[in-house]
């Protein structure tokens, strides 16, 4: 199980397929679970339960429930909400990761490693999360805004690439900007698909209620709207000198993805900041069309 592809195997055969979705049990799903809490954390592994909670883009409310349960269930081992291993129970203490903070992962770049990446697993349990909330789902909805409350999700975007406050102030000078929006990307995702989606009423004033972080005001040095537009910015200027790379001639990329593995001064994958500025621009989409504003 550990050195055979088995999750991508699967993946390639279920996804979008529904015939056969159909034949699985949700004791299936179950098993996959309990491979993580056995063998340790897997972000493949995680990202195959993708496969049951939409179709085609169109969300399935019975599995999205079903998995959600089973995160929820056992959130401590198989979710990684904050991207710190500092005194993590998770790795050996003799692992070179073993201590290090989020910022400090990123920082080492470390999701660009082939396997085991830890900051890979992060995102993936927030992407997670999110798309088991998609669509029409005030259940998951309601759960997830209690586990990763609006407030705590605006700080993680607008904030994650800061310098601890005793190391001075501003964003750290050694990270790589890419790094950083495959980080934010799905804390952006979740924003949009448990918070500024849901129709809940107390939701919606939990939304009202941080214009203040959302928006420049005295009380904030930065906001999500100044986030946003700067991302979108650096985006136009980097896609005006970029050349996409000979192998995206063919095939645009992961997952379809424009300009992925390109580089610059700016980042080492541009197709990571095409992805953030996409969920970005889908938030300013849903804040500006719903109830928020």
């Known amino acids: 199980v550990l050195h055979l592809n088995v999750a991508d195997c699967l993946h390639a055969?279920?996804?979008?397929n529904l015939s056969c979705l159909s034949l699985?049990?949700?004791?299936?799903m179950t098993k996959f679970v309990g491979l993580i809490t056995k063998y340790g954390r897997k972000a493949r592994w995680l990202a195959f339960l993708h496969v049951f909670v939409s179709i085609k883009g169109r969300p399935i409310q019975r599995n999205q429930d079903t998995v959600l349960a089973l995160l929820l269930n056992d959130e401590e081992e198989v979710l990684d909400l904050t991207g710190s291993y500092v005194d993590s129970t998770h790795i050996a203490s003799t692992d070179e990761r073993y201590g290090k903070t989020r910022l400090e992962l990123m920082v080492m770049r470390e999701h660009e490693r082939?396997?085991?990446?830890?900051l890979k697993y992060h995102?993936?349990?927030l992407d997670l999360l999110a798309s088991c909330s998609e669509g029409k789902n005030p259940n998951a909805k309601a759960r997830l805004a209690?586990?990763?409350p609006i407030q705590r999700v605006l700080e993680n975007i607008i904030t994650l690439d800061k310098l601890p406050a005793d190391q001075g102030k501003g964003r750290h000078p050694q990270l790589d900007a890419d790094t950083v929006h495959f980080v934010q990307r799905p804390w952006m995702k979740v924003l949009l698909t448990v918070h500024l989606s849901s129709l809940d009423q107390e939701a919606i004033r939990g939304c009202q209620n941080h214009h203040h972080i959302?928006?420049?005001s005295e009380?904030?040095?930065e906001c999500l709207m100044h986030k946003i537009r700067d991302a979108v910015a650096s985006l136009t200027q980097r896609l005006s000198n970029a050349s996409v790379p000979p192998a995206a001639s063919s095939a645009p990329g992961k997952d379809r993805v424009p300009f992925w593995g390109a580089s610059d001064d700016m980042g080492t994958n541009l197709g990571h900041h095409?992805?953030?500025v996409h969920e970005c621009l889908n938030v300013l989409l849903t804040y500006f069309s719903g109830q928020l504003f």
């Open 214 to 216: 959302i928006w420049p």
């Open 146 to 148: 209690t586990r990763l």
């Open 219 to 221: 009380d904030h040095d």
């Open 114 to 118: 082939q396997f085991g990446s830890l």
């Open 13 to 16: 055969i279920l996804h979008n």
């Open 274 to 276: 095409v992805e953030y």
């Open 24 to 28: 699985l049990r949700s004791d299936f």
């Open 123 to 125: 995102v993936v349990s």
